[in-house]
């Protein structure tokens, strides 16, 4: 499995490789088609967001075929995802636009393979959910994945549309999140006070060290007493 380039583009199939369903807004989608430039479209898209949001695809191989690829984002970089009923897609999670798996390897597992994929490099990022819109009726060559598909590898239904429902899939749970923000906040063993002796003191606060005890300087403790 290869990271999704520029250089690798022309290995999808050439049917996905001229569809801007994604990448474009309807407007403009249809403007591209009508001077026949949707693969040069395609292209500066995949450039722009690689540059500036990273990664966003992958292609899998079974030899020298194609066995099958899918696409990711953060939905900033999705205008489509703006256009459905469900949406919009939740700030925490990056979007899977399309999984595509070669008939011939139908039935392999590839699917939930590349699902798989997906998710451990979204969450090496610190995003913590993935979403799709899948349909419902699943029809065959359609530019959503069946609804019915991604609920199999673990999708749950977070807004219901009779066409294009929402599903999200959780990579780590409320329990991992609170953890990881709570050791964030803990300071550093390497963070020091400023030590001053009492002349310095004196200096600092504008009036004798006798009035005012050097207990009280931050990061000092008496017995009861807890100062962040």
């Not at 583009?9 to 591209?32: H, I, K, T």
């Not at 636009?97 to 939930?112: C, D, I, K, N």
């Not at 329990?175 to 009492?198: G, H, Q, T, Y």
Request: hydrophobic share 40%; with cysteine; charged share 25%.
């Amino acid at each position: 499995m290869v990271n999704l380039t520029l250089d690798s583009l022309d290995e999808v199939p050439r049917r996905c490789r001229a569809c801007v369903f994604w990448e474009l807004s309807p407007l403009c989608a249809e403007a591209a088609r009508d001077v026949g430039e949707p693969a040069i479209e395609k292209e500066a898209w995949l450039s722009h967001t690689l540059l500036e949001w990273g990664g966003c695809g992958r292609i899998a191989y079974e030899g020298e075929a194609v066995a099958g690829f899918v696409t990711y984002a953060s939905p900033k970089f999705v205008p489509r995802s703006m256009e459905f009923p469900s949406g919009p897609v939740s700030p925490d999670a990056a979007l899977l636009m399309t999984a595509y798996v070669s008939p011939a390897f139908a039935g392999t597992g590839l699917g939930r393979q590349l699902v798989q994929t997906v998710a451990a490099d979204v969450a090496r990022r610190g995003i913590y959910a993935l979403e799709t819109f899948g349909d419902a009726r699943g029809e065959a060559g359609a530019c959503l994945v069946p609804a019915d598909f991604y609920r199999s590898v673990g999708f749950k239904t977070v807004r219901f549309d009779p066409r294009y429902p929402r599903l999200r899939l959780e990579l780590r749970s409320a329990i991992d999140r609170s953890v990881e923000a709570e050791e964030a906040m803990e300071p550093s063993d390497s963070v020091e006070w400023f030590k001053l002796d009492d002349v310095e003191l004196e200096q600092f606060f504008g009036e004798p060290t006798t009035s005012r005890s050097r207990i009280d300087r931050p990061g000092t403790q008496r017995d009861g007493d807890v100062f962040d």
